[in-house]
């Protein structure tokens, strides 16, 4: 019985932290300098976006995570992929760029899943509420039920944001494969060599939200039992 626990525990782990650890990995893989290509990842984001005409997009550098901000109208890349020359910093810009081409373009899929993130900003803030009051019921009720049912009502919460970028998956591989990987290619900013290397790297793009809502999963039961 305890090596199923095992096993079980082993799987659950893989599961949560298997794609963000897989993304992370695959980004480093192909992040190191490379000077011989023709610019850096901010440089080719504004270059894709003056030659879309999408001039009022802005590109900036944040560290939070790569990501197009539709409010904003803005291309964020981290240091590294913003000033870097590397496939990574290449194929991501390619890909934060495509959002915008898909948000300038009012692609159907895109824009319901601008709605749908804005939900998620309320299960998230309401996730978060649950999670203060979590060891205040602890601590006062003596109930570990109550607990364990807060505890409950956050990771499903959590759960929904995983579903929802499952759901916007799509979106996502049409931002990498269907206008980021013909742009590469077409256009040869990468040479033949690079090119399953930026594939690897566009794949990862297109998962990193799911990867990092599964994350955060566990994350919060951990910090929950911390808190407790
Ligand atoms: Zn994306």
New binding site residues.
Partial sequence: MPFLIAIGVILILGLVFGPSLWVRHVLKKHGADRPDLPGTGGELARHLLDELKLTDVRVEVTDKGDHYDPADRTVRLLPQHHDGRSVSAVAVAA??VS?AVQHAREEPAFMRRIDMVKQLVWVHRLAMMVLLILPWTGLWGHSPALALLNLGAVIALLGISVVVHAVTLPV?YD?SFNKALPVLEGRRYLSEQDMPAARSVLKA??Y?YVAAALATLLNIARWARILR
């Fill in positions: 890909h934060e959002h996502e931002a793009a297109a990193t």
